[in-house]
């Protein structure tokens, strides 16, 4: 072929209109199937990692993303400033803003999914007990899926935790998403939680989990408690690479039924 000096219009025009090379449907078919893809609507899984505060990150939270992404589900990780540059209440306030960012700059989120472990699960459920009208916008969380936290801060105040998270009382009060658990209004009340604990997670963890999930059901919650064996408070979080995982498997059908 020559150079396109040498084309005429017409032959120009055919080189620069890809919709015309399509081997699978017509010009104008191709175009339009294409924007639908384009402009569809999607869920969204939003991960927040654990690490009691103070350690692990956002780039190592992408396990989960093969299993959800190949079912059509964009994932995202949240990432917070850990202790000790972090303190609690900063951290708490950069996931609800990171949240509000997210819904403002992707206009074609179709429900949000969020997901915490460990301490991300206690900041997944501080989120869920948000007032968003300092935010300008309410976010469609549609479930939430919270695994092994901790719910109640009290109890960690004189352990080696708070070393580097130097929590006063007054702190670790207005951080327990059990003493923060709102009334379900009705976006609340769309939303699914499951709460998720370990068989060899502590007595403590399993406790707490237990109490927070009866906290949201007394309040109007839709919730479930899931007490998973065989795994501990690692693995729990660490099979949901795996597709055919039963906590992968429940967070699949959830959004599913959304």
């Not at 948000?130 to 976010?139: A, H």
């Not at 469609?140 to 009382?169: C, H, K, W």
Request: net charge negative; proline share 3%; with cysteine.
């Amino acid at each position: 072929m020559g150079r396109w000096q040498d084309m005429d219009l017409e032959e120009l025009e055919k080189q620069y209109s890809p919709s015309r090379w399509s081997r699978r449907m017509d010009s104008e078919s191709v175009i339009q199937a294409h924007i639908d893809v384009m402009t569809a609507a999607f869920p969204v899984f939003v991960y927040i990692h654990g690490g009691y505060w103070q350690c692990l990150s956002k780039d190592a939270s992408g396990f989960a993303a093969p299993a959800l992404l190949s079912q059509g589900v964009a994932v995202v990780a949240m990432g917070y400033d850990i202790a000790p540059k972090g303190h609690m209440d900063a951290m708490v306030l950069q996931v609800r803003r990171s949240l509000a960012f997210l819904v403002k700059q992707y206009h074609r989120i179709r429900g949000i999914y969020l997901c915490g472990h460990s301490a991300g699960a206690h900041l997944a459920a501080m989120v869920l007990s948000t007032d968003w009208t300092e935010f300008g916008v309410v976010p469609d969380i549609r479930g939430a899926v919270l695994v092994s936290g901790v719910y109640d801060l009290e109890p960690l105040l004189q352990t080696y935790v708070n070393d580097a998270l130097n929590m006063s009382l007054e702190v670790a009060q207005r951080n327990s998403p059990i003493l923060c658990v709102t009334q379900a209004v009705p976006v609340a009340a769309s939303c699914e939680v499951l709460v998720a604990v370990a068989q060899h997670d502590s007595p403590e963890f399993r406790r707490q989990s237990q109490e927070y999930s009866q906290a949201l059901r007394s309040a109007g919650w839709s919730v479930s408690l899931l007490d998973l064996a065989s795994v501990d408070h690692f693995d729990i979080i660490e099979k949901l690479s795996e597709e055919t995982y039963v906590l992968t498997q429940v967070i699949l059908n959830m959004i599913a039924r959304a």
